[in-house]
């Protein structure tokens, strides 16, 4: 008998109970406490990359993202409905979310008493990471996407964080702070960007607050280096690249 695959996908994913993403948004929410919700995601078709030709081999297509703007600049890879003030550590709430919408990309709200986070373009985080590692620098979990890298790290305030920044020469506009009020969207999300994954996995930890919770840096650890990487990236760090 002829196999419809289609329909096989389908019924495997019932069986499961659950997919990657649903048990990444649970994994965050219940073992980690990290507050999460669904992302806008991504329209099904596609369309060519712009300035390329269609008839061209290799032109890149992408899909659009699901939001109104036509021109969104971050595809997929924002909050939207719900929006971000909806982010919820209920795993009641986290399994009703992406029941009705599997293949929503996993946003955290960062700040507050979730992890913050810094990201750089791809290439200078990978520099970054690289001088982090000689000088022995404990690094926590960074996530990836084709164009930028985010380093998760512990929470901090607005002053905290200022402070750091004032002692700066220079801090590139390609560099990113994410505290109170922003987001990361985490893996095995799919974006505008392409497939966000884990560049260095969350390692557990067992501590009274937190049990289980993933080890986050402080941001003054790493800091530095981010921005030293971020300033000798092309262009001097200054272009923003999604």
Same mark, same amino acid.
């Given at each position: 008998?002829?196999?419809?695959?289609?329909?096989?996908?389908?019924?495997?994913?019932?069986?499961?109970?659950?997919?990657?993403?649903?048990?990444?948004?649970?994994?965050?929410?219940?073992?980690?406490?990290?507050?999460?919700?669904?992302?806008?995601?991504?329209?099904?078709?596609?369309?060519?990359?712009?300035?390329?030709?269609?008839?061209?081999?290799?032109?890149?297509?992408?899909?659009?993202?699901?939001?109104?703007?036509?021109?969104?600049?971050?595809?997929?890879?924002?909050?939207?409905?719900?929006?971000?003030? !909806?982010?919820?550590?209920? %795993?009641?709430?986290?399994?009703?979310?992406?029941?009705?919408?599997?293949?929503?990309?996993?946003?955290?709200?960062?700040?507050?008493?979730?992890?913050? !986070?810094?990201?750089?373009?791809?290439? %200078?985080?990978?520099?970054?990471?690289?001088?982090?590692?000689?000088?022995?620098?404990?690094?926590?979990?960074?996530?990836?996407?084709?164009?930028?890298?985010?380093?998760?790290?512990?929470?901090?305030?607005?002053?905290?964080?200022?402070?750091?920044?004032?002692?700066?020469?220079?801090?590139?506009?390609?560099?990113?702070?994410?505290?109170?009020?922003?987001?990361?969207?985490?893996?095995?999300?799919?974006?505008?960007?392409?497939?966000?994954?884990?560049?260095?996995?969350?390692?557990?930890?067992?501590? %009274?607050?937190?049990?289980?919770?993933?080890?986050?840096?402080?941001?003054?650890?790493?800091?530095?280096?981010?921005?030293?990487?971020?300033?000798?990236?092309?262009?001097?760090?200054?272009?923003?690249?999604?």
């Amino acid at each position: 008998m002829r196999e419809i695959l289609g329909r096989r996908r389908k019924f495997q994913l019932r069986r499961g109970g659950r997919s990657a993403l649903l048990d990444a948004a649970l994994q965050c929410a219940t073992e980690w406490h990290w507050p999460v919700l669904p992302g806008v995601g991504l329209r099904s078709g596609g369309r060519t990359a712009k300035g390329a030709q269609p008839a061209l081999r290799g032109a890149r297509q992408t899909r659009p993202c699901g939001c109104p703007d036509p021109d969104c600049a971050v595809p997929g890879a924002h909050p939207f409905d719900p929006g971000l003030l !909806a982010a919820t550590t209920d %795993a009641r709430m986290v399994r009703w979310w992406w029941t009705n919408r599997p293949d929503a990309p996993v946003v955290l709200a960062t700040g507050g008493k979730a992890p913050c !986070a810094v990201s750089l373009p791809a290439v %200078a985080g990978a520099q970054a990471l690289a001088e982090l590692d000689r000088t022995g620098v404990a690094v926590g979990p960074v996530v990836a996407t084709p164009t930028r890298w985010t380093l998760l790290v512990a929470p901090y305030s607005l002053p905290e964080l200022g402070e750091l920044l004032y002692a700066q020469d220079l801090v590139p506009s390609s560099l990113r702070f994410h505290g109170e009020g922003g987001y990361v969207v985490l893996p095995p999300s799919e974006t505008g960007a392409g497939k966000v994954r884990w560049e260095r996995p969350p390692a557990a930890r067992v501590s %009274a607050k937190r049990s289980g919770a993933p080890w986050l840096p402080d941001v003054a650890t790493v800091v530095d280096a981010l921005v030293e990487a971020s300033a000798g990236a092309p262009g001097g760090g200054s272009r923003l690249a999604f």
